[in-house]
């Protein structure tokens, strides 16, 4: 059962254009939403979060939003730069308890030059 | 400041054969995980610690994984005997407190199993 879903394996966008990674969940007792980014070899590392109770979230380049009626949440990445190339993963976290994160599968973004 | 670091950052072993991971994490990070990487998924959290407490260890397979934390500070994590299925990216993370949102990752354990 998987509680959160990132349906995109893959991704192909063009530098400076605008990248969009999607996220669906099913729990409704996650408080917390987070995008990790990863290169090959190297563990994930934080890129932006978001709490339940907002809606968007902005940190230069990277704006997160939130829709909970859908359970839905996207990363934006404006504009893409050939750096960002990478595995996006969606995590959420359970608002009680280990307050653990669940990860989604993730998203090969490749920006081409 | 130094991130979480971990050893050794590849390891071949043959199935029943045991093999032991270590992690040191973030100076000052109270919980340290370990999580569970395989080839196409998302890491899927095996054991958390608090200190040298266990807070969730629900998802570890305890009839042959193992995990301390003895001291509070670093920890490792064992599997013995291990099977084809557990290859996989073995990740540590840290973080200063179980509430926070953000967790400092290691750069993993490659483990293949033949």
């Known amino acids: 059962d998987q509680q959160v879903k990132q349906n995109s394996p893959s991704l192909s966008v063009q530098e400076g254009r605008i990248s969009i990674l999607n996220c669906d969940y099913t729990?409704?007792?996650?408080?917390?939403f987070l995008w990790y980014k990863k290169y090959p070899a190297e563990g994930p590392t934080f890129l932006i979060s978001?709490?339940?109770?907002?809606d968007k979230n902005e940190d230069g380049r990277f704006t997160v939003f939130l829709n909970k009626s859908a359970k839905h949440l996207s990363l934006h990445i404006v504009p893409s730069q050939p750096g960002d190339s990478a595995v996006y993963f969606c995590?959420?976290?359970?608002?009680?308890?280990?307050?653990?994160?669940?990860f989604g599968k993730g998203t090969k973004l490749s920006v081409i030059p | 400041e130094a991130g979480v670091a971990q050893s050794p950052r590849y390891k071949i072993i043959e199935k029943r054969q045991s093999v032991a991971f270590w992690c040191n994490p973030i100076s000052g990070h109270a919980t340290l995980y370990w999580y569970q990487q395989i080839l196409g998924q998302g890491p899927k959290l095996l054991i958390q610690?608090?200190?040298?407490?266990?807070?969730?260890d629900s998802q570890l397979p305890k009839d042959r994984f193992s995990a301390e934390r003895l001291k509070g500070v670093d920890s490792t994590l064992k599997i013995q005997p291990a099977k084809l299925e557990d290859s996989a990216v073995y990740l540590c993370?840290?973080?200063?407190?179980?509430?926070?949102?953000?967790?400092?990752f290691g750069p993993g354990t490659r483990l293949t199993v033949l």
């Open positions: 729990n409704s007792m996650f408080d917390y």
């Open positions: 995590a959420a976290r359970s608002g009680a308890g280990s307050y653990q994160l669940t």
């Open positions: 993370a840290s973080s200063l407190d179980p509430y926070s949102q953000k967790q400092f």
């Open positions: 978001i709490s339940s109770i907002k």
């Open positions: 610690f608090q200190n040298n407490g266990v807070v969730d």
